[in-house]
């Protein structure tokens, strides 16, 4: 008879300047998990961005984290020493999650595993990979290593030479169950759920050793190629879920777990999601679940027609999310085409009247990308401003793969493709003459007076309904 074989799943650490958790849990590796148990493997978990684990708090070197609301809230960090690269940043630099004691007390807790998996996020978080992996090592330092993730996608012979990994995994779900088959000597029970979105089973949320929210995904891919994303390498097939399926997830986390809080996840939630999301929240309605929804990837601003407002409001959107980008229709043009400002004007008329006040509305603008200007960030933060939206800036980072990407190699001074780390956004390696790493953080102060403007007018405003009110 076979042994069942054992699959540690590892959720790593970030190395920084700065993290938040903005309802980001490692969803694939979450749907990896399901399906391994699925098909009858142990699978274990650990979380390295835990935000409070009790051991991490006792050590007088790391800032505890913290909760804030709708389920977001500060990782646990400690300071380290900034990379080489970073010395002339006058930053500090982190090590964002758990304790390095407290997840080697958590790795030495559970069996050996027969194979380690780990994720991956940003491309220039990779120290944090390195690091987990170099204690995993000391603890097993026998059993296979595997990575996977965007920054083993995008830069895969990087994280091959780097990371410490015996393996890089890019590879689509069907072929790795054919892998995984050959790793362990096991065979999969359920390799046809392997093969589209929809027949995924819901991920093993209850996996995490913390659960204030639920992240959802009724879609894979876009249907857009904006040049500086990297959707469409990521993603290629656009796939979408049932409504009964969305449905169901939803219901389960609420009333089994006490979920209140879920964050959409898509890259394009509302487009084509007539016969999908529109279902799904309609029953939310006439069920009258008592739950909110975020969309912190930012939704198309052309779907967002009035019928479709009054459903979001009325179904709990709550974390509005919208993706602007810029105020210049050339500029408009050359991103993707997917976005003009009559929409976004339409769109936040049609939000306002649907109930949604100025404080739930966020717009993102891009800031930095080649060919934009200083003053085209300032007038697009001024345009949002005159809406009574919340402007959150996007400062460009440089993404391999990307059509943007080999126009930045051609003009970029560092070596984009063997370090990573200029990929950081806070570093801003396409700074120029014109758009200088100063103007960057002077448009950044805008925006947070624009917000705070709006903060205030709103408050304002409430207290002046509230004197109505008592009179």
Same mark, same amino acid.
């Given at each position: 008879?076979?042994?069942?074989?054992? *699959?540690?799943? *590892?959720?790593?650490? $970030?190395?920084?300047?700065?993290?938040?958790?903005?309802?980001?849990?490692?969803?694939?590796?979450?749907?990896?998990?399901? &399906? !391994?148990?699925?098909?009858?493997?142990?699978?274990?978990?650990?979380?390295?961005?835990?935000?409070?684990?009790?051991?991490?708090?006792?050590?007088?070197?790391?800032?505890?984290?913290?909760?804030? =609301?709708?389920?977001?809230?500060?990782?646990?960090?400690?300071?380290?020493?900034?990379?080489?690269?970073?010395?002339?940043?006058?930053?500090?630099?982190?090590?964002?999650?758990? #304790?390095?004691?407290? !997840?080697?007390?958590?790795?030495?807790? !559970?069996?050996?595993?027969?194979?380690?998996?780990?994720?991956?996020?940003?491309?220039?978080?990779?120290?944090?990979?390195?690091?987990?992996?170099?204690?995993?090592?000391?603890?097993?330092?026998?059993?296979?290593?595997?990575?996977?993730?965007?920054?083993?996608?995008?830069?895969?012979?990087?994280?091959? $030479?780097?990371?410490?990994?015996?393996?890089?995994?890019?590879?689509?779900?069907?072929?790795?169950?054919?892998? $995984?088959?050959?790793? /362990?000597?096991?065979?999969?029970?359920?390799?046809?759920?392997?093969?589209? !979105?929809?027949?995924?089973? *819901?991920?093993?949320?209850?996996?995490?050793?913390?659960?204030?929210?639920?992240?959802?995904?009724?879609?894979?891919?876009?249907?857009?190629?904006?040049?500086?994303?990297?959707?469409?390498? &990521?993603?290629?097939?656009?796939?979408?879920?049932?409504?009964?399926?969305?449905?169901?997830? $939803?219901?389960?986390? #609420?009333? +089994?777990?006490?979920?209140? +809080?879920?964050?959409?996840?898509?890259?394009?939630?509302?487009?084509?999601?007539?016969?999908?999301?529109?279902?799904? &929240?309609?029953?939310?309605?006439?069920?009258?679940?008592?739950?909110?929804?975020?969309?912190?990837?930012?939704?198309?601003? @052309?779907?967002?027609?009035?019928?479709?407002?009054?459903?979001?409001?009325?179904?709990?959107?709550?974390?509005? @999310?919208?993706?602007?980008?810029?105020?210049?229709?050339?500029?408009?043009?050359?991103?993707?085409?997917?976005?003009?400002? /009559?929409?976004?004007?339409?769109?936040?008329?049609?939000?306002?009247?649907?109930?949604?006040?100025?404080?739930?509305?966020?717009?993102?603008?891009?800031?930095?990308?080649?060919?934009?200007?200083?003053? +085209?960030?300032?007038?697009?933060? /001024?345009?949002?401003?005159?809406?009574?939206?919340?402007?959150?800036?996007?400062?460009?980072?440089?993404? =391999?793969?990307?059509?943007?990407?080999?126009?930045? &190699?051609?003009?970029?001074?560092?070596?984009?493709?063997?370090?990573?780390?200029?990929?950081?956004?806070?570093?801003?390696?396409?700074?120029?003459?014109?758009?200088?790493?100063?103007?960057?953080?002077?448009?950044?102060?805008?925006?947070?007076?624009?917000?705070?403007?709006?903060?205030?007018?709103?408050?304002?405003?409430?207290?002046?309904?509230?004197?109505?009110?008592?009179?």
């Amino acid at each position: 008879m076979t042994k069942t074989p054992s *699959i540690l799943l *590892i959720n790593p650490w $970030i190395t920084d300047f700065a993290a938040f958790d903005l309802w980001a849990k490692p969803l694939g590796l979450l749907l990896l998990a399901a &399906l !391994l148990r699925e098909a009858g493997i142990q699978v274990d978990f650990v979380d390295c961005l835990q935000r409070n684990d009790p051991q991490t708090l006792q050590h007088k070197d790391t800032v505890g984290g913290c909760n804030r =609301p709708y389920g977001t809230g500060k990782y646990p960090r400690t300071l380290i020493d900034k990379p080489q690269v970073y010395a002339d940043m006058p930053r500090n630099y982190y090590r964002y999650g758990i #304790h390095p004691e407290s !997840l080697a007390c958590k790795l030495e807790s !559970l069996p050996k595993p027969d194979l380690i998996w780990l994720t991956s996020i940003m491309t220039y978080w990779y120290p944090g990979v390195q690091q987990t992996i170099a204690l995993i090592r000391k603890i097993f330092p026998h059993v296979p290593v595997w990575l996977g993730g965007i920054y083993a996608r995008l830069c895969r012979h990087h994280a091959f $030479i780097t990371s410490g990994a015996d393996r890089v995994v890019v590879d689509p779900l069907p072929q790795l169950a054919e892998e $995984i088959e050959a790793q /362990t000597g096991f065979r999969l029970t359920n390799k046809p759920h392997w093969n589209a !979105l929809q027949s995924l089973p *819901i991920p093993a949320l209850d996996l995490l050793p913390e659960l204030a929210y639920a992240p959802l995904l009724t879609s894979w891919g876009c249907l857009y190629s904006c040049p500086y994303c990297a959707s469409r390498k &990521l993603q290629p097939k656009w796939e979408r879920r049932s409504a009964d399926a969305v449905y169901r997830e $939803i219901v389960q986390w #609420h009333q +089994d777990y006490g979920i209140k +809080d879920f964050a959409f996840y898509d890259d394009a939630l509302l487009l084509d999601a007539e016969s999908t999301l529109r279902p799904a &929240l309609e029953r939310v309605c006439r069920e009258d679940l008592e739950v909110r929804f975020h969309t912190p990837n930012a939704l198309h601003v @052309r779907a967002l027609s009035r019928e479709w407002c009054h459903l979001l409001h009325a179904g709990g959107f709550t974390t509005m @999310r919208l993706g602007l980008e810029t105020g210049r229709s050339d500029q408009q043009k050359e991103w993707g085409n997917k976005v003009d400002t /009559t929409m976004f004007f339409a769109a936040m008329q049609n939000l306002t009247a649907a109930g949604f006040s100025p404080r739930q509305i966020g717009v993102y603008l891009l800031a930095g990308l080649p060919g934009q200007s200083p003053q +085209d960030v300032e007038d697009a933060i /001024t345009l949002v401003g005159s809406t009574g939206a919340l402007p959150y800036l996007s400062e460009y980072s440089p993404v =391999p793969g990307t059509a943007m990407w080999r126009e930045v &190699l051609a003009t970029c001074p560092y070596d984009l493709v063997r370090e990573p780390l200029y990929h950081n956004n806070s570093f801003f390696a396409c700074r120029r003459e014109d758009f200088t790493r100063e103007d960057l953080a002077q448009l950044k102060r805008l925006a947070r007076q624009a917000r705070q403007a709006v903060a205030n007018a709103s408050g304002a405003a409430s207290a002046c309904g509230a004197r109505v009110d008592r009179s």
